[in-house]
């Protein structure tokens, strides 16, 4: 269960999503199901069959293997992913920041812990929640979308995204979904916006039809330098007035809630000076949503725009 709004709630079930499309197609359920859609010996029993000779035909003329952990892949599937990887990629555990998501590992006696930097200023949004660590194979798969071109990764990733937005309960039932933008040189350059990918996905799994995704709302009018070796306060310069709003007619008096969406949440800098220029633009609350977030124990991770592309990656056909 994602976090509420008390904070003190904390991740309790395991999240696992299938790699198969074949599965999907069929409407046979999660992948590993033998349960017969049918009577034994009736069409589930041809249908399955019929699977495990598709299966097995193309590991024989097809060989692959996955791209996080190089063990062969048995099934049909967009995603050259195994299930084994997908199912280790877990929601975040423990007490976490009732606003910005941060893990806390000395809570105080409030009704919504906080960490130090949200106590000491708040933040431009509302609430942030992130689905997993920036870590191990949820970071891999990340990867595998920006800078491999994996876009069938966005569904799976789109899934988790889905189940972060459905944290937010009550909160936030209407309003607009703004992924963040890329600037147009790294757009020319990886030919999609991976916010937009998994943004995209996620609300094809949620039923919430008063949450509307609206692109081209914010710009990125310059490309920021590298934010490496940069303290806190460095960071946020570096981003400051890099955004602006450019289409304010679709906030002003329209959508007061906006729901940002990105792929990682770092140190807060870019979605917070995103947040601020939409609220300047009218819109009442700013929520932000994302995959992944870097937690103080795993700070040792460069943020994601400092990250040069992986030479070793490439685009999955």
Not at 154 to 177: K, P, T, Y
Not at 215 to 226: C, H, P, W
Request: aromatic share 6%; glycine share 10%; charged share 25%.
């Amino acid at each position: 269960m994602i976090p509420g709004i008390s904070g003190r709630e904390c991740w309790t079930r395991r999240a696992v999503f299938s790699s198969s499309d074949l599965s999907r197609a069929k409407g046979q359920g999660i992948p590993g199901d033998t349960r017969s859609t049918g009577p034994v010996g009736g069409r589930g029993r041809v249908s399955s069959l019929f699977d495990a000779a598709a299966q097995s035909l193309f590991a024989t003329l097809l060989p692959s293997d996955c791209r996080l952990c190089q063990a062969p892949l048995t099934r049909i599937s967009r995603l050259p992913v195994c299930d084994h990887c997908l199912s280790r990629m877990e929601p975040i555990r423990g007490l976490v920041c009732a606003v910005c998501g941060e893990r806390i590992f000395t809570p105080h006696a409030e009704v919504q812990p906080l960490c130090g930097e949200c106590r000491m200023t708040a933040p431009q949004f509302v609430r942030a929640i992130a689905y997993g660590s920036y870590d191990g194979g949820l970071r891999e798969l990340i990867h595998l979308l920006k800078y491999g071109r994996v876009r069938p990764a966005a569904g799976v990733l789109g899934r988790m995204l889905a189940e972060v937005i459905q944290g937010f309960g009550s909160e936030l039932l209407s309003g607009i979904v703004v992924p963040v933008p890329l600037h147009s040189s790294k757009l020319r350059q990886r030919g999609f916006n991976q916010a937009e990918e998994i943004a995209r996905a996620a609300l094809k799994n949620l039923n919430r039809g008063g949450l509307k995704l609206a692109t081209g709302i914010l710009d990125r009018k310059r490309a920021t330098e590298s934010q490496t070796g940069l303290s806190d306060h460095q960071r946020q310069q570096n981003v400051r007035g890099a955004f602006v709003v450019a289409a304010p007619g679709e906030i002003a008096g329209k959508n007061k809630d906006v729901l940002l969406v990105d792929d990682v949440f770092t140190t807060g800098a870019t979605v917070g000076e995103c947040a601020r220029v939409l609220r300047r633009a009218g819109a009442d609350r700013v929520f932000v949503a994302t995959v992944a977030r870097v937690l103080k124990a795993e700070a040792a991770w460069a943020a994601p725009e400092e990250i040069e592309e992986p030479r070793t990656l490439k685009a999955y056909a």
